[in-house]
């Protein structure tokens, strides 16, 4: 079992959620149908699980992925992901996404999409530097494909 393993392995449950709740989220969006019980998924989705997930890095990865080499400058840039998937997350709320609404706005539909998207897209480019980082453990991490994925 390697350092990353199990942040591997929530990163692959994070794909199946988002899955579901991207459909959720398009549904109430481009149909504006309102299904409650995707609803509440995607509710809890985002203050149970995805909410949950940064702070666990934050406070048992990041450290991890530090100590192992990489560069503050990539640690901050990571952060400043998380920030903005919690002003996100704010926004939502903002717009009434709560798991005893009875409905969301359209336009809270579009930033819990933004939510969505962004925390995909976030994971992915995670995944990509930790999985260099552990196959660089032990050896120089200056390698040029390190260096491109944590500049993206
Ligand atoms: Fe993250
Ligand atoms: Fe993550």
Same mark, same amino acid.
């Given at each position: 079992?390697?350092?990353?393993?199990?942040?591997?392995?929530?990163?692959?449950?994070?794909?199946?959620?988002?899955?579901?709740?991207?459909?959720?989220?398009?549904?109430?969006?481009?149909?504006?149908?309102?299904?409650?019980?995707?609803?509440?998924?995607?509710?809890?989705?985002?203050?149970?699980?995805?909410?949950?997930?940064? @702070?666990?890095? *934050?406070? *048992?990865?990041?450290?991890? $992925?530090?100590?192992?080499?990489? *560069?503050?400058?990539?640690?901050?840039?990571?952060?400043?992901?998380?920030?903005?998937?919690?002003?996100?997350?704010?926004?939502?709320?903002?717009?009434?996404?709560?798991?005893?609404? $009875?409905?969301?706005?359209?336009?809270?539909?579009?930033?819990? +999409?933004?939510?969505?998207?962004?925390?995909?897209?976030? $994971?992915?480019?995670?995944?990509?530097?930790?999985? *260099?980082?552990?196959?660089?453990?032990?050896?120089?991490?200056? +390698?040029?494909?390190? @260096?491109?994925?944590?500049?993206?």
């Amino acid at each position: 079992m390697t350092e990353f393993h199990s942040i591997h392995h929530e990163h692959a449950r994070l794909a199946e959620d988002l899955e579901r709740v991207r459909a959720a989220t398009r549904v109430i969006r481009d149909d504006g149908v309102f299904d409650p019980a995707g609803y509440r998924e995607l509710c809890r989705f985002i203050n149970e699980v995805a909410l949950p997930h940064l @702070k666990h890095e *934050e406070d *048992e990865i990041f450290p991890r $992925a530090a100590a192992l080499g990489l *560069e503050e400058e990539v640690l901050a840039l990571l952060r400043r992901d998380h920030e903005q998937l919690r002003v996100l997350s704010r926004m939502a709320r903002a717009w009434g996404l709560d798991p005893n609404a $009875a409905v969301l706005p359209h336009d809270g539909a579009m930033v819990v +999409d933004r939510f969505v998207r962004a925390f995909d897209a976030h $994971a992915r480019h995670e995944e990509a530097i930790f999985s *260099e980082l552990e196959r660089g453990s032990g050896q120089s991490l200056t +390698d040029r494909s390190v @260096k491109a994925i944590r500049l993206r």
